[in-house]
């Protein structure tokens, strides 16, 4: 099982297992690996939690997953329209249990960078920008992020640009599965198919990583429920992920 | 009562060059699409788009060269399209001026003006290098609690346009689902242009007024174009046209101009 864990599989379920019973969660714009993960999470585990998304969905029950996360149809089955300025202010107020948060640079402290890459002013490139960042990561109670690539220039010792600091809790890549420790992120498990000297290589920051262990293979459950919704593989091929 | 509803072009004509434009929608769901691409076939230029989360409508804008200011969030296709390559361009190159926000500092600004205050206080943005990049004050609760926060200066956009499922002759608007900022947008704008996939009697709205967007009295101008949201979704009327968004994204110089043409508007 674990030498043909995918890195796609990877990294959906492991955002979903830092879903938390009772708690409020939420998934954005341009995150289908959160979406992914949250409605994971309401078909394998066995606990309730709200899930919130950026389409205005209250623990909504879509058919199938879109490949927008933020199409009407995960409003399906909703109890209510729960919209933007509804879910930022309860962010701000500290309602927010946990928010999947997307960034194209991490670096140590948990702090990110959807802006650019290079100088600001004189971008190599344009990136999407700020989104909820700024705002969610300071005042969500925990935030979680992805990168579909585990390199150097994806988690790095010096961002290029400091769009969003805060309460980054943790982070998951397509070979490792970083947590907060209140200071800076530290390695909580790698995936089974990669050493650890290889997250090392290829991490741009420093870690410990003295509790670390290699990551616990999915469940039947879990793998049950990711075919379920992604049935076709059309996710995973268009993620490409590689581990 | 007199009616709001004009022609697509009439409607489109209240938004001169230099004019800041928010849009409503978020990504490719809702976007007043029909409105953006008439503006550049009226040749608009100069124009400031304000919306947290612009995609098609600010890429194909850019790509027109009718820009020349984004105050924006979050920027890209979405969907499985990623970034929007034209706007990325128009930044990289400096055609194009950007002031770059979180979704929630451009709401913020939306509710100075909405609120009629001259400026508005956010939570968080503390870390966050947008706050000197745009010069945002740090001011302490002037009620002794000893924390800070940031405020926000008002963002008060010339026009707001909207894209909402019904009507009336009126000028009365609403949309099924979420309303995303449709709502803040509207109350901040100087002037407010909504259009429609369809007209329905003002009793309909009469029948279930909780479900008003927008009362007439704050509407400008409406117009009808089925489809005008296209190729973006309009729940529950229609999704997304994935065929027609790879189709745009074709980098050649035909692609715009086939795109215009097979427009909802283009084609009725």
């Not at chain 1, 998934?27 to 205005?56: E, H, I, Q, R, W």
């Not at chain 2, 100075?112 to 943005?125: E, H, K, N, R, W």
């Not at chain 2, 008002?154 to 002759?169: L, M």
Request: proline residues 7%; charged residues 20%.
């Amino acid at each position: 099982m674990t030498d043909d864990w995918s890195p796609f599989s990877y990294v959906v379920t492991n955002l979903a297992r830092f879903v938390r019973p009772h708690e409020v969660t939420f998934s954005g714009v341009n995150s289908s690996f959160p979406m992914l993960a949250c409605l994971l999470a309401k078909k394998a585990y066995p606990f309730d939690f709200t899930y919130l998304n950026v389409a205005g969905g209250v623990d909504p029950e879509p058919p199938y997953a879109p490949l927008s996360s933020s199409d009407p149809v995960l409003t399906h089955g909703t109890r209510s329209i729960f919209a933007n300025e509804d879910f930022y202010d309860l962010c701000a107020r500290g309602g927010m249990d946990l928010c999947f948060l997307g960034a194209a640079q991490i670096d140590g402290y948990g702090q990110t960078n959807v802006s650019c890459i290079g100088d600001w002013h004189h971008p190599k490139v344009r990136l999407p920008g700020g989104g909820g960042a700024a705002v969610m990561l300071p005042t969500a109670r925990r935030c979680c992020t992805w990168r579909t690539e585990h390199s150097p220039r994806a988690l790095v010792e010096k961002l290029d640009f400091v769009t969003a600091s805060g309460g980054m809790h943790g982070v998951v890549t397509p070979i490792a599965v970083f947590v907060h420790d209140g200071e800076r992120l530290r390695l909580d498990s790698w995936h089974p198919a990669v050493t650890l000297e290889q997250v090392v290589e290829r991490t741009g920051f420093a870690f410990d990583a003295a509790t670390a262990a290699p990551t616990e293979p999915p469940t039947e459950v879990e793998a049950a429920a990711l075919r379920e919704l992604d049935p076709d593989g059309v996710f995973e091929r268009d993620a490409g992920l590689v581990l | 009562m007199t009616s709001k509803l004009v022609s697509l072009v009439e409607l489109t004509s209240h938004i001169q060059d230099g004019d800041s434009v928010a849009l409503g929608g978020s990504f490719l769901h809702r976007g007043p699409f029909a409105v953006v691409r008439e503006l550049i076939r009226a040749g608009r230029r100069d124009l400031e788009i304000i919306k947290q989360s612009p995609g098609y409508d600010i890429d194909v804008l850019c790509r027109a060269g009718s820009v020349r200011r984004a105050r924006a969030g979050i920027v890209a296709m979405e969907g499985n399209f990623g970034l929007a390559p034209w706007y990325r361009k128009a930044i990289e190159n400096g055609a194009v001026e950007l002031e770059e926000h979180a979704c929630a500092t451009l709401t913020a600004g939306l509710r100075a003006s909405a609120y009629g205050v001259p400026f508005q206080p956010i939570a968080g943005v503390h870390g966050s290098e947008l706050a000197a990049l745009n010069k945002w004050a740090e001011l302490p609760d002037p009620y002794g609690s000893g924390t800070t926060v940031w405020v926000i200066p008002p963002i008060r956009p010339d026009v707001a346009v909207i894209h909402v499922n019904e009507v009336t002759e009126q000028g009365d608007a609403r949309v099924f689902g979420t309303t995303h900022w449709d709502r803040i947008m509207t109350r901040s704008a100087r002037t407010v242009l909504v259009v429609a996939e369809r007209v329905v009697d003002e009793s309909e709205f009469r029948a279930r007024p909780e479900l008003t967007l927008v009362p007439h009295f704050l509407v400008d101008a409406a117009c009808v174009v089925p489809g005008g949201a296209w190729p973006g979704s309009c729940a529950p009327d229609y999704g997304i046209d994935y065929d027609a968004v790879r189709d745009y994204l074709v980098d050649d110089e035909d692609s715009l101009t086939a795109h215009l043409a097979t427009a909802p508007e283009s084609r009725s």
